[in-house]
T-cell receptor, first 115, second 110 residues
Framework: GAGVSQTPSNKVTEKGKYVELRCDPI?????LYWYRQSLGQGPEFLIY????????DSGLPNDRFFAVRPEGSVSTLKIQRTERGDSAVYLC?????????????FGPGTRLTVL | GEDVEQSLFLSVREGDSSVINCTYT??????LYWYKQEPGAGLQLLTY?????DMKQDQRLTVLLNKKDKHLSLRIADTQTGDSAIYFC??????????FGTGTRLKVLA
């Protein structure tokens, strides 16, 4: 596809449930990023993949959050035992190679609402 | 820690120029970015400036960078109603991690 795509666009779940959010990066981009945007805030970094491996997961808030990218393309962000505070827009971005001079292109986001 | 600051709101009349300001903290930032976010949409990259530049112009957009004061601005000439959105500045703080500001909501009045 032409840009980064994310599914679902909206997800409503109940407290304590498990959710998976999917990201399809731009074809050929080796670097993939997840950010979380809370209401009225700018995006905050969660995790960065270079290829299949998580090069930096320091932004994940706790061990309920986990992300994978098994084939170096599509990534899934997984949240266990969801809490109301997890409600936010989860943004995925990709870039050609990663690194400080590499522009990141963002998807439309998944809006997660935990009731 | 790292902190990128922006004013929260800006209102301008259609046809006027808009200037959105940003203050960043990490002097090692290599690139500084401006993104636009419309309701229900993701972040759209508008423009960026390399840290060794003072100014960059791209059609209606002009970016000014004052490294000494760590101040970045985005000027939109001939602002249109379609420019109404939230504008985020972001610094590539020497790594792949982007540090975003809180965003400036631009409202263009017809």
């Amino acid at each position: 596809g032409a840009g980064v795509s994310q599914t679902p666009s909206n997800k409503v779940t109940e407290k304590g449930k498990y959710v998976e959010l999917r990201c399809d990066p731009i074809s050929g981009h080796t670097a993939l990023y997840w950010y979380r945007q809370s209401l009225g805030q700018g995006p905050e970094f969660l995790i960065y993949f270079q290829g299949t491996g998580a090069a930096d997961d320091s932004g994940l808030p706790n061990d309920r959050f986990f992300a994978v990218r098994p084939e170096g393309s599509v990534s899934t962000l997984k949240i266990q035992r969801t809490e109301r505070g997890d409600s936010a827009v989860y943004l995925c971005a990709s870039s050609y190679a990663g690194g400080p001079v590499d522009t990141q292109y963002f998807g439309p986001g998944t809006r997660l609402t935990v009731l | 820690g790292e902190d990128v600051e922006q004013s929260l709101f800006l209102s301008v009349r259609e046809g006027d120029s808009s200037v959105i300001n940003c203050t960043y903290t990490d002097s090692s930032s290599t690139y500084l970015y401006w993104y636009k976010q419309e309701p229900g949409a993701g972040l759209q990259l508008l423009t960026y400036i390399f840290s060794n530049m003072d100014m960059k112009q791209d059609q209606r957009l002009t970016v000014l960078l004052n490294k000494k004061d760590k101040h970045l601005s985005l000027r939109i000439a001939d602002t249109q109603t379609g420019d109404s959105a939230i504008y985020f500045c972001a610094e590539g703080a020497g790594t792949y991690k982007y540090i975003f500001g809180t965003g400036t909501r631009l409202k263009v009045l017809a």
